[in-house]
Structure formats: structure tokens, C-alpha cells
T-cell receptor, first 113, second 111 residues
Framework: DADVTQTPRNRITKTGKRIMLECSQT?????MYWYRQDPGLGLRLIYY???????NKGEISDGYSVSRQAQAKFSLSLESAIPNQTALYFC????????????FGPGTRLTVL | QKEVEQNSGPLSVPEGAIASLNCTYS??????FFWYRQYSGKSPELIMF????GDKEDGRFTAQLNKASQYVSLLIRDSQPSDSATYLC???????????FGGGTRLMVKT
């Protein structure tokens, strides 16, 4: 089973709709991240959380919100989706020490029409 | 604003050749440097990280860091078709808690 899972994997929605993307992990990591990826722009950080009571904005948080329901779950919401939020969204986790690697989920491809 | 720059490519090399991927960064406070590989339609996976100036080798991969010139590179020796992917450079001020990614270089290894 995958250590970091994301649901849904693909979603097509319309402008103005509320969308929630979910991330779950079984790695036991306390640090979780949401990124979006656009062609040629690499990965840009939307929000991150270092524990259940810690939520921080990243580089491009406008138009997004998050919820850390448990150590293993971190959800990203688009309250009113717009076409320029069409992108590939990745959740990632990281342990507080050790190799310093971030582990990425499989991604959610979101299309806003 | 922190910037990480990579040539988007594609970089095309013949099978068995050395592929050289380069990355420059703007933040002199950067302390740790990562190379992720991303196959088309897949998630990024870490292949190398480096913290100190100089070279770090792991199998066919060598990461090179020059903090004075603010560049980091990845060499892939004996390139294989399976190395064809997008390579993302990422830098961090704080050992990987927060990463700033470059746009990635697409590598194509031709048989």
C-alpha cells in the first residue's frame, strides 16, 4: 500500500464550485505539505503544517485553505474554484529528522472549467 | 523572492553518455540542496541531496555544489533510457523543512 495517498486522483469541476482534496499518510510523519505544479514552474508551496495545531501559508495560499484533521490527514480546499487553479496538486510528508527527504503522494489532477 | 533557475530543456543525450544538469539559486542563505526525478505523470522522488561544497557520488549520480557561485549540478554517468525524466532542483535554508523548487529540466536519453 502507498505511504501517501491522495483523493481524488482526477477531478473536473466548474468555476465557483467548492472542492476538497484529501491527503492521508501512513508514514507517521508530523510534517505535511500541499504543492501545486504547473508546466515549467516546478512545484510551488501552498500550505504546510508541522503538527495538528500548526498551519502555515506558503508562497501561493490565496484562494486556498487547509485543515489538519489528524497527524495523518491534511486536506486542501478551494472555496470557489477558478480556471487558473487548474493544475496538478501534490501532498508531501517529511519526518522531523533524518534524511530530510519529502515524500510525495501520487498527485491530483484538477481541471476547473 | 527566492529563485531557483533551471534550463527547461529538453536536454538530449545518447545512451551511455554523461548528462549534466545545472541549477542556480538566488538565496545565499540556502543550506541544503536536493535533486528530485519526476517521470511523466508521476510524483517527484528524491535521488540526491548535498549540503557541503564539492562532489557527492551515489552510483551513477554525482551532485556538485558550489556555494560561492550559487550553483548546484547533477551528473548522470552512463545515461540510460530509463533516466529520461524531468529533474527538479530544490533548495532549502533549513535542512529540507521548506523547499524552493526550480522549474525542472527535461532529460531525454536516446538509444
Amino acid at each position: 500500500d502507498a505511504d501517501v495517498t491522495q483523493t481524488p486522483r482526477n477531478r473536473i469541476t466548474k468555476t465557483g464550485k467548492r472542492i476538497m482534496l484529501e491527503c492521508s499518510q501512513t508514514k507517521g510523519h508530523d510534517r505535511m505539505y500541499w504543492y501545486r505544479q504547473d508546466p515549467g514552474l516546478g512545484l510551488r508551496l501552498i500550505y504546510y503544517s508541522f503538527d495538528v495545531k500548526d498551519i502555515n501559508k506558503g508562497e501561493i495560499s490565496d484562494g486556498y485553505s487547509v485543515s489538519r484533521q489528524a497527524q495523518a490527514k491534511f486536506s486542501l480546499s478551494l472555496e470557489s474554484a477558478i480556471p487558473n487553479q487548474t493544475a496538478l496538486y501534490f501532498c508531501a510528508t517529511r519526518a522531523p529528522s533524518g534524511k530530510n527527504e519529502q515524500f510525495f503522494g501520487p498527485g491530483t489532477r484538477l481541471t476547473v472549467l | 523572492q527566492k529563485e531557483v533557475e533551471q534550463n527547461s530543456g529538453p536536454l538530449s543525450v545518447p545512451e551511455g553518455a554523461i548528462a549534466s544538469l545545472n541549477c542556480t539559486y538566488s538565496d545565499r542563505g540556502s543550506q541544503s540542496f536536493f535533486w528530485y526525478r519526476q517521470y511523466s505523470g508521476k510524483s517527484p522522488e528524491l535521488i540526491m541531496f548535498i549540503y557541503s561544497n564539492g562532489d557527492k557520488e551515489d552510483g551513477r549520480f554525482t551532485a556538485q555544489l558550489n556555494k560561492a557561485s550559487q550553483y548546484v549540478s547533477l551528473l548522470i554517468r552512463d545515461s540510460q533510457p530509463s533516466d529520461s525524466a524531468t529533474y527538479l532542483c530544490a533548495v532549502s535554508e533549513n535542512a529540507g523543512n521548506m523547499l524552493t523548487f526550480g522549474g525542472g529540466t527535461r532529460l531525454m536519453v536516446k538509444t
